[in-house]
């Protein structure tokens, strides 16, 4: 089991910056998969960013070019960096860890959220 606690939401203006930050209890080089998803009111929960554990990145088309995802395996962390913020990107963000059987099968595990509000 992993557990993931994110850190760094809060409220900025719009056109502002805001880092995230996402550290497991564990080692995550079992996790093929880190990412951030976020979920705004009455919206469904959305993929924004993901690293695998070889470095490939993969962004939502709303966010390429702002955000950048990275991750530390020695440090155990994911971190998001998000620029130019649009009230848009106002959401609960949520760290993501995924892990995949020998079959295939994936397990994820899911930090508590942290709050993003962008203001205009």
């Known amino acids: 089991q992993v557990q993931l606690v994110e850190s760094g939401g809060g409220l900025v203006q719009a056109g502002g910056s805001l880092p995230l930050s996402c550290a497991a209890s564990?080692?995550?080089?079992?996790?093929?998969?880190m990412g951030w998803y976020r979920q705004a009111p009455g919206k469904q929960r959305e993929l924004v960013a993901r690293?695998?554990?070889?470095?490939?990145?993969t962004y939502a088309d709303s966010v390429k070019g702002r955000f950048t995802i990275s991750r530390d395996n020695a440090k155990n962390t994911v971190s998001l960096q998000m620029n130019s913020l649009k009230p848009e990107d106002t959401a609960v963000y949520y760290c993501?860890?995924?892990?995949?059987?020998?079959?295939?099968?994936?397990?994820?595990?899911w930090g508590q959220g942290t709050q993003v509000t962008v203001s205009s």
């Open positions: 993501n860890a995924r892990k995949f059987s020998f079959a295939g099968t994936a397990s994820d595990y």
């Open positions: 564990g080692s995550i080089l079992s996790m093929i998969h």
């Open positions: 690293v695998t554990i070889g470095g490939s990145t």
